[in-house]
């Protein structure tokens, strides 16, 4: 995807983010849903990115489709990937199962993490790995969870009973792999869902590189500092690179902090508690 269809997906996906403290599962199961349709109707999709017609158009096509059949909320993200710009027809099927797997993997970014110490997000990934190690090490599940004879719902089921321990996450994005996979490998779409959940689980972790190693209270400050920033609690990771200019870097996500900005956020802080007081 790239061009204009690149730029309304990247849209897409930061307006969506604020929807995502709130998702729920059913929200990603609707759009998948919605997904199914539009798959359904070679149509619909040239109608939904034609250039020719007005944004607004679009999104009433979408209104006038699904409301009273879909959330209102499953409706409004479609109907706004309707009034934006598509390259090709069939990229917003694509966009919108980014989007659907997305909300997935931020219900369980939500998680309160499990009994073995796991974050959601890391027991997503886990068991999206070990479905795709158990089938790609078997060239008779390979065959069975891509055999056109059989139903949907046939290859859903066989594809469930391979990861009994998974969570809600990973059935349903695991689930929607095999039952529809859109023309890729089952084990292929599986491993996009995962890179996903990789990307919002380097959200919580932000590594920092310092020119040398840093004191105990050095990294609570910054711990603290960083925590107010982002609104969460972060995961440190730190590396010494004795040549660094300015004596520290910290990325967060896609997010570079030199040494200016992290000294200013502290001086930041420091104000703020002082006010408290």
């Known amino acids: ?10 849209a ?21 849903g919605i997904l199914a349709v539009l798959d359904g109707s070679a149509g619909l999709r040239r109608a939904l990115t034609d250039p020719s017609r007005e944004g607004a158009e679009k999104s009433a096509l979408v209104h006038s489709l699904l409301d009273g059949k879909a959330s ?10 309707a009034a934006s710009r598509w390259a090709g027809a069939r990229d917003i099927s694509d966009a919108l199962e980014t989007i659907a797997s997305t909300v997935a993997c931020a219900v369980a970014e939500q998680g309160a993490g499990t009994a073995s110490g796991l974050s959601g997000l890391e027991k997503l990934q886990n ?18 969870l891509t055999e056109q004879q059989a ?33 890729a490998k089952p084990t292929a779409l599986v491993e996009k869902f995962a890179s996903l959940a990789a990307g919002r689980q380097k959200r919580w972790i932000a590594d920092v590189a310092v020119a ?19 609104g969460r609690e972060l995961k440190i990771n730190t590396t010494v690179e004795p040549s660094l200019v300015g004596g520290l870097r910290v990325t967060v996500g896609d997010e570079v902090l030199d040494a200016s900005t992290v000294t200013r956020l502290g ?8 006010q408290a007081r």
Do not use: C, W
């Open 151 to 183: 139903s949907p719902e046939a290859r859903r089921t066989l594809a469930l009973r391979l990861v009994p321990e998974a969570s809600e996450e990973a059935r349903l994005l695991i689930g929607q792999a095999v039952s529809a996979p859109r023309g």
């Open 1 to 10: 995807m790239a061009g204009a269809s690149s730029e309304s997906l990247a």
């Open 72 to 81: 209102g909320e499953a409706v409004e993200i479609t109907a706004k990937l």
């Open 212 to 230: 040398r190693p840093l004191g105990e209270g050095q990294l609570k400050r910054l711990q603290d500092g960083l925590n107010t920033l982002y």
């Open 12 to 32: 897409a996906l930061a307006d969506l983010e604020t929807t995502l403290p709130t998702a729920s599962l059913s929200l990603a199961r609707e759009l998948f």
């Open 127 to 144: 068991d999206l790995f070990a479905f795709n190690n158990t089938v790609e090490g078997n060239h008779e599940l390979q065959a069975a």
């Open 267 to 274: 001086d930041l802080r420091r104000q703020l508690a002082a």
